[in-house]
């Protein structure tokens, strides 16, 4: 079987290349995101951790450098085989992309057809379709789940793209837990690779929005993320984040080997807010951009199964959170119960029925500590 450093991953026939698209427009507002290189981070650059702690805290995203590191470099490659695995996978007939639903039996892995899940609480219905690959599956903690043939075939490639986005992951853990002054390695075993966990690739193909002609129309409603760390790659604009203490949402322009990084929920409970979870949802993409199908490629940090989404002990959390008392004993959600209600509150005919369904499945959204950016 080949490996991510010699498979030749080659476009279907028809299939809309990922990599051919028009620049994206200088005349829209950006997000004022801060670029962290993570050769810095690698090399133990007190002011690179720095300013990493400084975007976890006031934007919860930011623009994470991958050049010039070994790490970086890997995952840039085993991302671009990615991006090819993900057009096979779209460009399949729908009947065999079906089989790969599991929403039926309560999972959130598998396959998610465009309106399947709402965007709202008046349920209006999304424009994305969906693969969530499961972590846990590919590395052999699991029982495999259905898939197609060429998800099968290239298990290695995936499995190779996990490992390197982890690689990176123990770096932007290890920094935070020394800026957070917190016990050696306190977020790192909370998120093992080899633990049964929520973690996953996410392959996503958003569809132009019934209404082409209107400016910022939605594809993916504002939400934060579930998890600990997501990190991103787009090639197309489209993505929006709100910016803290305001009701203005702004594009994340794509910076080519810059992988987008921002803090999910879990993040925000384990340090009692001191790091932020930002709201961010998805448009059409902006300038010449608009129309095209937009392709993204995430991997989703979540904590394994069994961590408790309570504040945890010592450094700046006991000194600077929010909510009860350093040392406190708090009661919290399992991760897992956490990510089930998230997931579920979403999709048409399992979690959502009626309006008022949508909002169980809230997160982090009304829990904002004032900054500034």
Known sequence: MATSTNLEFKPPSGASSSFNIPPFPDNVRTAPLLTICLKKL?????????????????LGFMYLDMRGCEAGERLLRDADNMFWLMDFFFDLPMEEKAKCDLSSQGSYFGYKGKGREVMDDQGTKDYNEMYNISKDDILGLTTPLPAPDIITYHRPAVAAYISSNYAILDTLFTSLNTSLRLPPATLSSLHRKTEPSGCHTRFIRGHPSASPQTTDQRTLGEHTDFGSLSILFNRLGGLQVQLPDSDDWVYVRPVPGCAIVNLGDAMV???????????????????????????????????????????????????????GEAGEEEVGVSSKEWLERRHMSKKIGVGFHKPGDFAKGAGTEGSRRAVKV
Do not use: W, Y
């Open 42 to 58: 690698v090399e133990n650059d007190d002011g690179e951790r720095e300013r990493l702690f400084e975007a976890s805290k006031s």
């Open 269 to 323: 409970r384990f340090t009692a807010e001191v790091l932020r979870s930002n709201l961010h949802r998805v448009v059409d993409p902006p300038g010449e951009q608009k129309g095209m199908m937009r392709q993204s490629l995430v991997f989703f940090c979540r904590p394994e199964h069994t961590a408790q989404l309570r504040r945890l002990k010592g450094g700046m959390v006991d000194e600077e959170g929010i909510g």
